[in-house]
Nanobody, 128 residues
Framework: QVQLVESGGGLVQAGGSLRLSCAAS????????MGWFRQAPGKEREFVAS????????LYADSVKGRFTISRDNAGNTVNLQMNRLKPEDTAVYYC?????????????????????WGQGTQVTVSS
């Protein structure tokens, strides 16, 4: 399993930027697809982005495409989410997640059920 700790959340004005980081522990990090999800009050957890083992393949939700960028550093065991041109509707708790299976190829994982390890979440609030 992989243990995950997110950081970098905060309060930002609309149009601003934030960079979220997720520190992972565990020997299998580099062999797992990683993802970011978010959950706003009263709403279900939703997919934001996912990335392959090497970082060469990525997938984004339509709502963040062109504004957010997911990346990973396997040497440093981190996965990041650069968020630009933030909107009030991006306000949510953001969660880092690791694929429940190591060595599973990148098939565009986007369902929470495909991810077995989760961080505690970090709050992002975008004011209008």
């Amino acid at each position: 399993q992989v243990q995950l700790v997110e950081s970098g959340g905060g309060l930002v004005q609309a149009g601003g930027s934030l960079r979220l980081s997720c520190a992972a522990s565990g020997r299998t990090f580099s062999r797992r697809v990683m993802g970011w999800f978010r959950q706003a009050p009263g709403k279900e957890r939703e997919f934001v982005a996912s990335i392959s083992w090497s970082g060469s393949s990525t997938l984004y939700a339509d709502s963040v495409k062109g504004r957010f960028t997911i990346s990973r550093d396997n040497a440093g065991n981190t996965v990041n989410l650069q968020m630009n041109r933030l909107k009030p509707e991006d306000t949510a708790v953001y969660y880092c997640a690791a694929d429940s299976r190591d060595y599973r190829p990148f098939l565009g994982q986007r369902s929470p059920a495909e991810f077995g390890s989760w961080g505690q979440g970090t709050q992002v609030t975008v004011s209008s």
